[in-house]
């Protein structure tokens, strides 16, 4: 009976294969996943699933399944082989490992619930890496560094904790469980001295029993450990579950709208339980600028992600040129919609390829011709390698103005009928406010635009206003009938930004 591990190792290139297409299905799902599922969970949750949860399982899966698989088929052997030897001296020695596995098994709700706490502690230390680092200037500008230094080793030694808990008490129930198979031994002696005794046994058929029983218990252990490694990696599956569990958005892949106009009807959606729009109904023209406005809150952010289908509706309806939204696919839907932002996301890649991003297709031409219209080639002339220049995470190397340009230039390249447009300028100083302007014109022009508006001032030449209050439609018309309507919550917005806009230090 050889000690130690008992099959080879099973890391097959088929293991690794099917690992990795296992990985490429959750990308996939995760692609599917409405955006609104992102905003609810964490970016280092997800890292974590990602890369922590699938590498577990591949150890889990290309390893210790193997070796598990090849304990089992050896405790049966044995069994069988000591019991066809003497059955009486066989049941001395084995009664401890039903009762060792039972134990095992016994603790698998507290082994489980240690390894959920060791991975929300990892979880807790990577979340608050990266929000150190996004932070940085934040922490250097206000003289907190070792405030937050202090927050994240705390979180570092809170998940030392739970993971050396994890161990300690996963190893006490391993090893107990060993203890107790190993009981074996001592019954063993004591029923061979009473058969000796009884005359129905000879001491060398005793002696060579024990000689094998002591070398029989490394293949139980090896189950035993193995099992509660097992165990462990359940919180893995678990969180990968929860993500394959997710509503996907889907649809037909058929989109032919009769024009783009955006329509809302009595539409409702709810977060988190709480109703944040209250029966919605507006229309936004195609060719026509449709401005959102109202206070913070009102549900202008979440009009916009509901007509991309970022989130779906609660009841109600949203259609585009007749067409119920709901019922096309959103990567579909997608091909119809440009979305320029306050928070422009770009890659680390070089100018040309951040704005290729808007038509992946597009020529070299096509691109610089985009930029052009989007005045970014004032800029960009001044780089070392003009369009090749690599711009750093984020555009880390751009102006705020700058990378604004870009995103423009992306929906400018993509030239889509529809543009939501979260006011692009309100924290642009004024020469950088002029050139996304004077872009942005460009952008709009004969389209469908749907734009959420900070600014008063910003909206006087919208073709038509929908003011948000509360998650209700409050008043919509013209910049001019609202202005001119006697206590209108527009217009006594736009009031308290003029009293505002002649403050100064």
């Known amino acids: 009976m050889a000690e130690g591990r008992s099959v080879p190792i099973i890391s097959t290139p088929t293991m690794y294969e099917a690992t990795t297409d296992d990985l490429r299905i959750l990308v996939e799902c995760l692609r599917k996943l409405p955006l609104g599922y992102f905003g609810k ?45 003497d059955w009486r001296l066989a049941l001395a020695c084995l009664w401890g490992v039903p009762v060792a596995f039972g134990l095992l098994y016994g603790t698998h709700g507290t082994t489980s619930k240690n390894a959920a706490m060791g991975k929300k502690a990892a979880i807790a230390v990577s979340d608050g890496v990266q929000e150190t680092l996004e932070g940085i200037r934040e922490i250097l500008a206000t003289n907190q560094e070792q405030l937050f230094l202090d927050k994240l080793y705390a979180t570092i030694d809170e998940a030392e904790r739970a993971a050396r808990h994890g161990e300690l008490v996963n190893g006490l129930f391993v090893n107990a469980a060993s203890v107790i198979m190993r009981l074996g031994v001592a019954t063993t002696i004591l029923a061979g001295a009473h058969l000796m005794l009884a005359g129905e046994l000879d001491f060398m058929v005793l002696f060579m029993f024990l000689l094998v029983i002591t070398r029989i218990y490394a293949p139980f252990d090896q189950s035993l450990a193995l099992i509660a490694e097992v ?29 783009h106009d955006i329509e809302f009807t009595d539409v409702r959606f709810a977060y988190d339980g709480e109703e944040v729009l209250h029966g919605v109904s507006f229309v936004a023209r195609e060719g026509e600028v449709t401005a959102l406005v109202g206070p913070s809150g009102s549900g202008k952010s979440t009009c916009a992600r509901l007509v991309a289908r970022l989130w779906d509706t609660s009841s109600g309806s949203i259609t585009v040129g007749g067409v119920d939204i709901a019922t096309v696919d959103p990567e579909v839907l997608m091909g119809d919609y440009s979305m320029v932002f306050q928070d422009v996301v770009l890659f680390d890649d070089t100018v040309m390829e951040n704005i290729r991003l808007g038509r992946r297709g597009a020529t070299d031409a096509e691109v610089m011709a985009a930029a052009t219209a989007a005045n970014c080639d004032e800029f960009v002339t001044r780089l070392p390698e003009g369009f090749q220049t690599q711009i750093g995470e984020n555009g880390a190397r751009l102006s705020g103005g700058e990378r604004q340009r870009i995103s423009i230039a992306r929906a400018l390249l993509k030239d889509a009928p529809i543009v939501l447009l979260d006011e692009a300028t309100a924290s642009l100083d004024v020469e950088n406010e002029t050139k996304v302007q004077g872009a942005l014109s460009r952008l709009l022009a004969g389209k469908t635009v749907l734009v959420i508006a900070h600014r008063m001032r910003t909206v006087d030449n919208a073709d038509k206003i929908v003011v948000l209050k509360d998650g209700f439609v409050a008043e919509q018309g013209s910049p001019a009938e609202l202005r001119a309507k006697e206590g209108g919550l527009y217009r006594h917005m736009a009031e308290l930004q003029s009293a505002s806009a002649g403050w100064r230090l």
Do not use: C
């Open 41 to 85: 969970r964490d970016v280092a949750d997800l890292t974590e699933t990602l890369m922590s949860d699938v590498k577990r399982l591949e150890h889990v899966w290309s390893h210790v399944v193997g070796y598990l698989y090849g304990s089992y088929i050896s405790t049966a052997v044995i069994a069988v082989m000591l019991f066809a030897f």
């Open 231 to 259: 165990f462990m990696s359940e919180v893995s599956v678990d969180r990968l579950n929860e993500i394959f569990d997710q509503p996907v958005a889907d649809g037909s892949d058929e989109f032919v709208p009769v024009g």
